[in-house]
């Protein structure tokens, strides 16, 4: 295989770094162990953030949603949020059809909101995506599957929590795990996040920095998925005339537990 094309550019990249065109570099030394110290200084600051600090972020996040169509909603507690969610069920309505459903992520923050339970008395069944254990066929596997998808495209509302929102941009980032199908944040007409407030951040540094470098975070990873979601779904392909929900939600909401 003629490599010469290859080669040629690697070496014009060489000489543009200062590096002789001709000599590969060791790899040793490459990669830094260490963070930088402008790394240090943003996990300390993420970390020793105060109060009034993540509640001036939540005001920063709310102005940059604004203009994107994306509704950030800040409440006390769970049982707040759900009540809030309650409210936008009942006055929801599906986008193809008349029967309501709800379909939520297995995630602990989630749980806590008890949605079958408050939803029950509106007759509107709530889906988990968390697929039974079992050690059974990989046919009985595939059914299992198929059920959750059924559930998850049969539903007008999709729940979900997030790793971080990042206020600057009004982004919510989202890795996927067992049990925290991306899907359930692109298919259904309605997304809503809950998150707690501290899980707000800045901007991408701080996000990097987290992924990175922080312990928790940089243990898992980027998973084998990280979405970024910035507000409903948009498309102007149309004679430049703006549209909501061509590729996905038409509605995006983020629900911030201020009580954490």
Known sequence: MDTSNQAAFISRIRSALGHSWHQRRPANGLFTGRPASEINSILERIKTRRRAERQQLIGRLIEMAEPINLNV???????????????????KNPEWGHKKSVVA??????????????????????????LKESDADEKFREKERERLRKHIVDSYI???????CMAETASLVMRTRPGQARSVSLVPSIHIAVIHLDQIIADLKELYALIQWDTESSQEGLTNCMTFISGPSKTA????????????????????????
């Open 158 to 164: 999709g729940v979900t929590s997030a790793d971080f």
């Open 105 to 130: 992520w297995a995630h602990p923050l989630i749980e806590s909101l008890n949605l079958p339970g408050v939803l029950a008395d509106q007759n509107v069944p709530v889906y988990v995506t968390e």
């Open 73 to 91: 909603v800040a409440l006390k507690d769970p049982s707040s949020v759900a009540a809030a969610l309650a409210d936008l069920v009942r006055d």
């Open 237 to 260: 392909d149309v004679e430049a005339t703006m549209v909501h929900g061509a590729h996905g939600p038409r509605e995006v909401y983020i629900y911030v537990v201020t009580d954490s």
